[in-house]
């Protein structure tokens, strides 16, 4: 039973436009998520994290807003841009460096 | 440059062959950490280790082994009693399990491994 979904496997937006990536979770004992971003053979990279105690955290372009009581999780990108496009993965933990990972989206920009 | 390295980045292996992967960081963390990949299923934790001499199986660990005798390395073999080996794997490492907040975990390059 996968604890994290990320329900759209892929996502095609216009440059400029703005990005929504969806992603839920069942455990209630998550307190702690993060968003991954990977290009095609590499390693994920780190991209905005949130804890239980904010709804709301932004850097840069990038915004994440959590929904506890819905136990939901999103991410904003505005404007998005072409170097955008890769895989998102959403990850959660419940405290601690245990991390369960959604199955990722893949987000296309097109110039 | 301060980093995660795995090599070989692609692996062919006939079946019933073990295969090492190999990881070393040079960020003096303490935590590492492998993961599998597969298509539309995310990465899943294969086995973690928080401190040298030490690890834990992760979600899927049936089929690998690893050790961790240095700091900088931590191994992953994957046993022939492991079913379908074919798959992305991808190192990973923290600072510390700190019991706190997760500290950001740094990922290698990864290592396609097929089994021929």
């Known amino acids: 039973d996968q604890q994290v979904k990320q329900n759209s496997p892929s996502l095609s937006v216009q440059e400029g436009r703005i990005s929504i990536l969806n992603c839920d979770y069942t455990?209630?004992?998550?307190?702690?998520f993060l968003w991954y971003k990977k290009y095609p053979a590499e390693g994920p990279t780190f991209l905005i994290s949130i804890s239980s105690i904010k709804d709301k955290n932004e850097d840069g372009r990038f915004t994440v807003f959590l929904n506890k009581s819905a136990k939901h999780l999103s991410l904003h990108i505005v404007p998005s841009q072409p170097g955008d496009s890769a895989v998102y993965f959403c990850a959660a933990s419940p405290w601690g460096n245990m991390l369960t990972f959604g199955g990722g989206t893949r987000l296309m920009v097109k110039p | 440059d301060g980093g995660i390295t795995q090599s070989p980045k692609y692996l062919f292996r006939k079946e019933g062959q073990n295969v090492t992967l190999s990881c070393e960081q040079n960020?003096?963390?303490?935590?590492m950490y492998w993961y599998r990949q597969d298509p539309g299923q995310g990465l899943r934790l294969i086995y973690y280790s928080q401190i040298v001499n030490d690890f834990q199986k992760g979600d899927i660990a049936e089929g690998y082994s690893v050790s961790r005798e240095k700091k900088e390395s931590f191994p992953l073999t994957v046993t022939s009693a492991q079913k379908n080996p074919t798959a992305f794997y991808l190192c990973?490492?923290?600072?510390?399990?700190?019991?706190?907040?997760?500290?950001?975990?740094?990922f290698g390059p990864g290592t396609r491994l097929t089994v021929l």
């Open positions: 990973a490492s923290s600072i510390t399990e700190s019991g706190g907040a997760p500290d950001t975990q740094y």
């Open positions: 960020l003096n963390h303490d935590a």
């Open positions: 455990n209630s004992m998550f307190d702690y």
